[in-house]
Nanobody, 125 residues
Framework: QVRLMESGGGSVQAGGTLRLSCVGSGYTFGTRYMAWFRRAPGKPDEAVACIDTDGTTHYRRSVLDRFTIAIDNAENTLFLQMNNLRPDDTAIYLC???????????????????WGQGTQVTVSP
């Protein structure tokens, strides 16, 4: 059984930083693409960052140069470093893992199979 568990969320002021972690079990990190999504009230879920199995990273334009996705395959951990946070980054952040695909699909066509429960990020003005 695949389990993904996020941590590291919290409340910060605009301009602040947070580092999210996603620890997994029952799943070998680095063998399929993994991604971070976010879920905000009244908005559709959106992918914000994705990492291919060869380490290539991809970002939604709104987080480019502010967020960094990274993976530690040995520790089965996925990270999301978030700098210069803005109020519109407020959301539940979820990590997700694919079952069969190595390369990140287009962000609007990404449907990973495995999901964590999410961690809340709140950014105040």
């Amino acid at each position: 059984q695949v389990r993904l568990m996020e941590s590291g969320g919290g409340s910060v002021q605009a301009g602040g930083t947070l580092r999210l972690s996603c620890v997994g079990s029952g799943y070998t990190f680095g063998t399929r693409y993994m991604a971070w999504f976010r879920r905000a009230p009244g908005k559709p879920d959106e992918a914000v960052a994705c990492i291919d199995t060869d380490g290539t990273t991809h970002y939604r334009r709104s987080v480019l140069d502010r967020f960094t996705i990274a993976i530690d395959n040995a520790e089965n951990t996925l990270f999301l470093q978030m700098n210069n946070l803005r109020p519109d980054d407020t959301a539940i952040y979820l990590c997700a893992a694919a079952a069969t695909t190595n390369v990140c699909p287009p962000f609007d066509d990404m449907y990973p199979k495995y999901w964590g429960q999410g961690t809340q990020v709140t950014v105040s003005p």
